[in-house]
């Protein structure tokens, strides 16, 4: 059974840096890809950061070069670094496999950017 437990969110200004980290159990990150997903209110779910089962990373082009997604093999856990956070990256960050696995959705962490 997969278990996918996102934290790391809070609030914080415009410009600033959050950490989120995901704990997973049930997967084996060498076999498959992950991801950090954002839902903004209102709005869809979107994948924006992916690491391969191989470790390569992927980033959407409103991200990239401010989001960097990492993992940590031995403690199964995915991270995502955001930097210079915007107020419309306001969102609930979720982890997941690519492609996502509906039964894997967990709580979400929520990010607030905002002054």
Do not use: H
């Not at 209110?41 to 191989?54: E, F, M, T, W, Y």
């Not at 956070?85 to 492609?99: F, M, R, S």
């Amino acid at each position: 059974q997969v278990q996918l437990v996102e934290s790391g969110g809070g609030l914080v200004q415009p410009g600033g840096s959050l950490r989120l980290s995901c704990a997973a159990s049930g997967i084996i990150f060498s076999r498959n890809a992950m991801g950090w997903y954002r839902q903004p209110p209102g709005k869809q779910r979107d994948l924006v950061a992916g690491i391969s089962s191989d470790g390569i990373t992927n980033y959407v082009e409103s991200v990239r070069g401010r989001f960097t997604i990492s993992r940590d093999i031995r403690k199964n856990t995915v991270f995502l670094q955001m930097d210079s956070l915007k107020p419309e990256e306001t969102a609930v960050y979720y982890c997941n496999q690519i492609p996502a696995a509906l039964p894997n959705w967990g709580q979400g962490t929520q990010v607030t950017v905002s002054s």
